[in-house]
């Protein structure tokens, strides 16, 4: 998962920098565990009492001292997420702080809290961004999915009061079998309101500090997922020309890493995540443990315990010695696949595995493309063959 993939193409320069001298420039805090929803498929959210097992929520005032260190290493960018994270109680204070200085500040959102009053303070307030995630176009989703009768209107309110006070709106979708039906609906929403948005059809099956297993039973069939994906690409390129050109530089760059493997079979070896968490880019929970990314679990470090600085060293060493699968390294559709330590490792169990369910996705996604791009060039000879 690229932590890093919205951002503008400038600021893209400055995490390539970043990267090369391991400069912390992106970082998350997940401020609460605590959800106002209980999503099927989500690694992240725990009830109260799961929470109160495992400690204490970190209070403004302890984060606001993390954050001058933060700064003091480079951070600049800072989504605040959670669980909920407008459940947070010091959250105005943590946000106003962070704010002055000098942070450029993003939010994750379900949407179902935010209402006239928080509408109004982030308009006063203005993040970079506030992302906005829909599970559903209807509330049959929300109720099935997340378990939260009438979400979806509470969701589709939200969005509409930050987009009346001109606060930058974008949203997220998860795929899952029991919203996959509304994925059309959502589309068309977002297209009429003119919105950025981002959708997902796989689910990674982590589970974090949830005391319950994934529900695998949520997410779609790596090839259903990978038929999804391509549709999604269809509705992104309007016009049928870019579409199969979008195709077609998928379909040269898998090619071209055949040849690759096939002249190079040296190459076929472990080799280290490309990925930019644990490089420029972190998160820490709501306890404060900083971790790579969301999903992995480890390496971890306690930065109220370490410091900012000697956790983040500490990650840096641990990312290091993760390697993916030696099949990955060399495999012509590395360019369509998610693969990461933390996709192997929920896949697998372990982070150096292949995942299956990754290798069906791209297989399925790339028979796809070039049987758009022939079905193309059948239509071509068809036009340029003589009349009888």
């Keep these: 998962m690229n932590p890093i993939e919205d951002f503008e193409r400038s600021e893209q320069a400055l995490f390539r920098m970043a990267d090369a001298k391991r400069i912390p420039l992106n970082g998350s805090i997940e401020v609460t565990p605590l959800c106002t929803m ?5 690694y992240v959210r725990l009830s109260r009492e799961e929470m109160e097992a495992r400690g204490r929520l970190r209070t403004a005032e302890e984060w606001l001292s993390v954050a001058q260190e933060m700064r003091d290493a480079g951070v600049l960018f800072l989504l605040l997420t959670g669980g909920e994270p407008l459940l947070y109680p010091g959250f105005r204070e943590l946000y106003l702080g962070l704010r002055k200085m000098g942070f450029i500040l993003m939010l994750n959102t379900n949407g179902t809290l935010l209402d006239e009053e928080w509408a109004d303070f982030f308009a006063q307030n203005p993040p970079r961004r506030v992302n906005v995630t829909l599970y559903g176009a209807s509330d049959k989703a929300y109720r099935e999915l997340c378990h939260l009768p009438g979400g979806y209107a509470r969701t589709v309110r939200a969005i509409e009061l930050l987009r009346q006070r001109g606060v930058h709106v974008k949203l997220s979708y998860t ?19 003119d919105l950025v948005y981002g959708i997902d059809p796989r689910i990674m099956p982590a589970t974090r500090e949830r005391s ?6 949520s997410r779609l069939p790596a090839e259903e997922a990978a038929q999804t994906a391509h549709e999604i690409h269809r509705r992104y390129y309007p016009e049928r ?42 998160t820490l929970n709501w306890q404060g443990h900083m971790r790579p990314c969301v999903i992995l679990r480890s390496p971890e470090a306690d930065v109220f315990a370490l410091g ?3 956790a983040w060293r500490q990650i840096q060493d641990g990312m290091e010695a993760l390697l993916i699968h030696a099949d990955c390294a060399v495999c012509p559709r590395r360019g369509l696949c998610d693969i990461c330590p933390a996709s192997a490792l929920y896949e697998t169990g372990r982070q150096d595995g292949k995942p299956d369910y990754a290798c069906r996705y791209t297989l399925e996604l790339e028979r796809l493309m070039r049987e758009e791009l022939a079905a193309a060039d059948g239509e071509c000879a068809q036009e340029d063959s003589p009349g009888l």
């Design 38 to 42: 209980d999503c099927d498929m989500c």
């Design 175 to 193: 795929m899952t079998v029991k919203n996959a039906e509304d994925l059309s609906a959502f589309l068309d929403y977002c297209k009429e309101r």
């Design 212 to 217: 319950r297993g994934f529900d695998f039973s």
């Design 241 to 282: 020309e870019d579409f199969l050109a979008y195709c077609a530089r998928q379909i040269a760059e898998v090619d071209a890493r055949a040849r690759f493997a096939e002249e190079h079979p040296e190459a076929r070896k472990p080799e280290r995540n490309t990925c930019k968490a644990g490089r420029c880019s972190f």
């Design 308 to 310: 900012f600085a000697a």
